[in-house]
T-cell receptor, first 112, second 116 residues
């Protein structure tokens, strides 16, 4: 158990809908990262937050957004969902930027 | 831009034999290198990292990795494979060029199968 929690574990929704994925980092970790894992794209970095502020953006679509709250938990919002958004979404946290990242169990999103 | 290559999609090894999972990298600055393992329907688990210093890095579950700067490689090794080592292994790199971005760039993964 990495200490990073993600909810929900599974999410099934329809095209065009909006969902929110939630992540709680390890106790004391200030940095949160979001990744998408799909069969065709592999593991791709989406976005990073550090102590509430956005620090880096990767291959994140404009339909996707994220934020980190004062209690350091983070949410990833996915809107206008398409079939191709079906994937595993991982959250990771680290104590400091650049340290090894510890991954949550992921949220499996299925868009029908 | 930083990148990682894992040239083998799959590696098969007999139980008790040594195993190697290959990784090569490309970065503009100093490399920070990581290995992660993913079991089915689980998140990624951190195995080991190279930042600086000794080229042979020891990690969890008996794994180690050898950093080779001239060959830009960071191969994962284990002297004696276990059936329970069967999983998907990811190599990752973080560019330490000071650009301020600390995300990891992952390879495509290598599926390791240890045959009893």
């Amino acid at each position: 158990d990495s200490g990073v929690t993600q909810t929900p574990k599974h999410l099934i929704t329809a095209t065009g809908q909006r969902v929110t994925l939630r992540c709680s980092p390890r106790s004391g970790d200030l940095s949160v990262y979001w990744y998408q894992q799909s069969l065709d794209q592999g593991l791709q970095f989406l976005i990073q937050y550090y102590n509430g502020e956005e620090r880096a953006k990767g291959n994140i679509l404009e339909r996707f957004s994220a934020q980190q709250f004062p209690d350091l938990h983070s949410e990833l919002n996915l809107s206008s969902l398409e079939l191709g958004d079906s994937a595993l979404y991982f959250c990771a946290s680290s104590a400091r930027m650049g340290n090894e990242q510890f991954f949550g169990p992921g949220t499996r999103l299925t868009v029908l | 831009a930083q990148s990682v290559a894992q040239p083998e999609d799959q590696v098969n090894v007999a139980e008790g034999n040594p195993l190697t999972v290959k990784c090569t990298y490309s970065v503009s600055g100093n490399p920070y290198l990581f290995w992660y393992v993913q079991y089915p329907n689980r998140g990624l688990q951190f195995l080991l990292k190279y930042i600086t210093g000794d080229n042979l890095v020891k990690g969890s579950y008996g794994f180690e990795a050898e950093f080779n700067k001239s060959q830009t490689s960071f191969h994962l090794k284990k002297p004696s494979a276990l059936v329970s080592d069967s999983a998907l292994y990811f190599c990752a790199v973080r560019d330490d060029s000071g650009a301020g971005s600390y995300q990891l760039t992952f390879g495509k993964g290598t599926k390791l199968s240890v045959i009893p």
